[in-house]
């Protein structure tokens, strides 16, 4: 089964303050995991992926494959970051199509 | 260049009723998968389509259908609606699978099933 977990719903920080948003895994193959964002009133983005081993806007998440893990990180969190925040899994190349499998997502709130 | 595109933005129905949801896809897209986002969940997968034919689908009854047309845009119908189906339905847009490419969102329907 694919199954993405997110256990927090809210994650309530100061400005300045580190970030850890949580996601664990569960496929049997080698997936592909994403984390999404979306900003108020805003369409649902992508933020990273883990192929891409880069940081955007401050944030970097590594896959732990032991852990079976993806956790979203930034260091010192601004006011901007406040969003709603969905890790996603896609299965492997073999499948033959592109799905995504969301986690419930877990609000950020940054305040000042 | 456009985004994704989805219409209508918001709709009220009757159980038992029947609907039809569009959606363009961001230019030089040839994929479009469909997602269905309950209150306080994540997006699940439907489905998609590539090049006018479904090529995967999620745990979703054969009441939810589709149609991908020649210019890639895309609707998803369904039938015999239930209070359950009131959702945010989302599509998104992307390049095939093989290109490992990313998923661009439109900004959602809103079904509402009274």
């Known amino acids: 089964a694919q199954r993405v977990t997110q256990p927090e719903k809210l994650l309530s920080v100061f400005k300045g303050a580190p970030v850890e948003l949580k996601c664990n895994y569960s496929?049997?193959?080698?997936?592909?995991l994403f984390w999404y964002v979306q900003y108020s009133r805003q369409r649902l983005q992508l933020l990273l992926r883990h192929i891409s081993r880069e940081s955007i806007k401050g944030f970097t998440a590594d896959l732990n494959k032991g852990e079976t893990s993806f956790h979203l990180k930034k260091p010192f969190a601004q006011e901007e970051d406040s969003a709603m925040y969905y890790c996603?899994?896609?299965?492997?190349?073999?499948?033959?199509?592109?799905?995504?499998?969301f986690g419930t997502g877990t609000r950020l709130l940054v305040s000042p | 260049e456009t985004g994704v595109t989805q219409s209508p933005t918001h709709l009220i129905k009757t159980r038992g009723q029947q609907v039809t949801l569009r959606c363009s896809s961001q230019?030089?897209?040839?994929?479009v998968s469909w997602y269905q986002q309950a209150l306080g969940q994540g997006p699940q997968f439907i489905f998609q389509?590539?090049?006018?034919?479904?090529?995967g689908r999620g745990n979703f009854p054969p009441r939810f259908s589709g149609l991908q047309f020649p210019n890639y845009s895309s609707e998803l119908n369904v039938n015999a609606l239930e209070l359950d189906d009131s959702a945010l339905y989302l599509c998104?847009?992307?390049?095939?699978?093989?290109?490992?490419?990313?998923?661009?969102f439109g900004q959602g329907t809103r079904l509402t099933v009274v």
């Open positions: 998104a847009s992307s390049l095939p699978r093989q290109e490992n490419t990313e998923a661009f």
């Open positions: 496929y049997s193959g080698s997936p592909e």
């Open positions: 996603a899994l896609s299965p492997g190349m073999n499948t033959g199509f592109q799905k995504l499998v």
């Open positions: 389509y590539y090049r006018e034919e479904e090529n």
């Open positions: 230019s030089g897209h040839n994929t």
